[in-house]
Every structure is written in C-alpha cells, then in structure tokens.
T-cell receptor, first 111, second 117 residues
Framework: KNQVEQSPQSLIILEGKNCTLQ??????????LRWYKQDTGRGPVSLTI?????NTKSNGRYTATLDADTKQSSLHITASQLSDSASYIC??????????FGPGTRLSVLP | KAGVTQTPRYLIKTRGQQVTLSCSPI?????VSWYQQTPGQGLQFLFE???????NKGNFPGRFSGRQFSNSRSEMNVSTLELGDSALYLC????????????????FGDGTRLSIL
C-alpha cells in the first residue's frame, strides 16, 4: 500500500533556530517528492519538487533532501522566522497516477 | 497573474442537501485537481480534470462528482451531504499536458470550508 509518514507530528522551536522535518515513504512506482507549506486557513504552497535523480534542492531558507534508496526525505529550515509557523506536508507522486499525502508536521516558531 | 480562485470560501449546509463548489484555475492552466482535507484524514485526492475530461479519480463515493468547462474552470458537486463531508475542499491547477508524469508544481487555492449541520 502506498504510504507517506512524517515526523515529528509537531515541533516547537525558537526564532532563529534551525530544524529538520522527516518524511518516509513507501510508494511505487515513484515519480517525484514534494514539500508543501500550508498556513492556517490557506491552501498549500509548493516549496520543492525532487525527482528520483535529485538528492537535494533549495528554496531560500528551505533545503530538501531525498534518499531514493532508503525512501527518505528531509526538509531543513535554516534561521527560522515567525512566518515559518505552518504545517509542512510531504507528498509523493505515484508515476502516472495521483499523489499520496503525508499527515504533515505542525511547526510553531516562538519569539 | 491571478492565482487559483475558489468560491465560496465558506458554506454551511444541512444533511441531505447538495452543494456545488467552484474553482477558477490560473490562466493557461488546463489541469484541475480537487482534494478534501480533514483533521483526521489529512489531504485526500478526489479527482483530476484535464481538457474537460476526468483523468484520474480517488476513492470517494459516487456522491462526489465534478466537471470541467472549456475555459478550464471546474466545479465539484456533493449530493446527499453527510456530517462526515465537513471539510476544507481544495482545488489545485497546473499547466497540464502530461502532468501525470511531469514534475510541474500544483498551485492551490485557499479552499472552500464546508460545514454540515
């Protein structure tokens, strides 16, 4: 069964600190892996998209990594800001089909 | 460039009623997908339309249906509403083409919050 798991479920950090969110997946056949940021009451916004051959991709202070062998991905946030408080969702596309969504990690950045 | 627009933003209905939600994709985007988001189940795929044809469908009952018009705008309909249909319904658009195999990003609207009383 295609599945995406994320950890931790929630995370609290202080402004200016770094953090790393984890995503493990069992999806076949794999097409690509995406990270989305979703602010409360808003739709998700794409942060990164990685294919099988890419093992790192950055978008400003967000850096995603992908290990296709272990089927793991991480999203690293550098020098966190209050505006980073949101849910971060890991999504894997099944090749030729639709998406499988992770449950998300709820990040709270405190001043 | 305007983003994905969903209307209405909020909707309250009672059990047994039906509802129609609307989505206007980004100009030039031909693929529109619909998702249901609930606290317990997270984001779940409903269906995808491309060039007025349903190309992909998730595991939802037949009460959930949709359509796409020639201008790529899409509507989603839910009939015989149940309490469990209370959710945030999100629409996402992408340029289309071979999007099932591509790495195109999806652009989401802010959703319609549907509450069933």
């Amino acid at each position: 069964k295609n599945q995406v798991e994320q950890s931790p479920q929630s995370l609290i950090i202080l402004e200016g600190k770094n953090c790393t969110l984890q995503c493990n997946y069992t999806v076949s056949p794999f097409s690509n892996l995406r990270w989305y940021k979703q602010d409360t009451g808003r739709g998700p916004v794409s942060l990164t998209i990685m294919t099988f051959s890419e093992n790192t991709k950055s978008n400003g202070r967000y850096t995603a990594t992908l290990d296709a062998d272990t089927k793991q991905s991480s999203l690293h946030i550098t020098a966190s800001q209050l505006s980073d408080s949101a849910s971060y969702i890991c999504v894997v596309r099944v090749y030729g089909q639709n998406f499988v969504f992770g449950p998300g990690t709820r990040l709270s950045v405190l001043p | 460039k305007a983003g994905v627009t969903q209307t209405p933003r909020y909707l309250i209905k009672t059990r047994g009623q039906q509802v129609t939600l609307s989505c206007s994709p980004i100009s030039g985007h031909r693929s529109v997908s619909w998702y249901q988001q609930t606290p317990g189940q997270g984001l779940q795929f409903l269906f995808e339309y491309f060039s007025e044809t349903q190309r992909n469908k998730g595991n939802f009952p037949g009460r959930f249906s949709g359509r796409q018009f020639s201008n790529s705008r899409s509507e989603m309909n839910v009939s015989t509403l149940e309490l469990g249909d209370s959710a945030l319904y999100l629409c996402a658009s992408s340029p289309g083409g071979d999007s099932l195999y591509s790495n195109q990003p999806q652009h989401f609207g802010d959703g319609t919050r549907l509450s069933i009383l």
